[in-house]
């Protein structure tokens, strides 16, 4: 068996970035509320970059509720489906042109979710992570958390679960 050398750290990048910006892309209400990811290796931090339309109470003011769990939800299901392609992006399986062309695996389809609001949503940017609990082939199960300036003060929690796609199409 012939030794593979290990693809360039460049190629690895582009490979990673090109693989989370079409999965992303691929939604269009995630644009729309200007959620961003942030990654680092194999974890994602979600980015809900403020903005007027955001807003559910004007005199207080404070973010949308159906907005923060929608963010959440977005949180919950690309971390969800970046993990469970990350093998293949990794290994190159997963072809960066077919990405781009929009060719995109499935994504995960809600069960439930479950959102506890622990605080308003001041008018800033605001952040989440999700944690996968466990992931088989057909459910999954997830946890999120959103917060502001502190991550130890958190905004909102939620608990979802999953209808995994299947690998075959």
């Not at 093998?87 to 929009?102: F, P, R, T, Y």
């Not at 069960?111 to 605080?119: A, E, G, M, N, S």
Request: charged fraction near 25%; hydrophobic fraction near 40%.
């Amino acid at each position: 068996m012939a030794y593979r050398a290990p693809d360039p750290v460049q190629k690895v990048k582009h490979r990673r970035d090109a693989a989370l910006h079409a999965l992303v892309g691929g939604v269009p209400y995630i644009q729309h509320l200007g959620i961003t990811f942030d990654r680092r290796g194999d974890e994602l931090t979600a980015v809900l970059s403020y903005d007027d339309k955001l807003i559910g109470n004007p005199l207080l003011p404070a973010i949308h509720g159906g907005v923060t769990a929608a963010f959440l939800e977005v949180t919950a299901i690309i971390t969800l489906s970046w993990a469970w392609m990350w093998e293949d992006v990794e290994s190159g399986a997963i072809a960066v042109g077919a990405l781009e062309s929009g060719d995109l695996p499935r994504l995960p389809k809600t069960i439930d979710f479950t959102v506890d609001y622990l605080r308003s949503g001041l008018p800033r940017d605001a952040y989440a992570r999700a944690r996968v609990n466990r992931s088989g082939r057909r459910y999954a199960s997830v946890q999120a958390e959103a917060w502001q300036d502190n991550r130890d003060r958190p905004i909102a929690q939620a608990t979802a679960h999953f209808l995994m796609p299947r690998r075959d199409g």
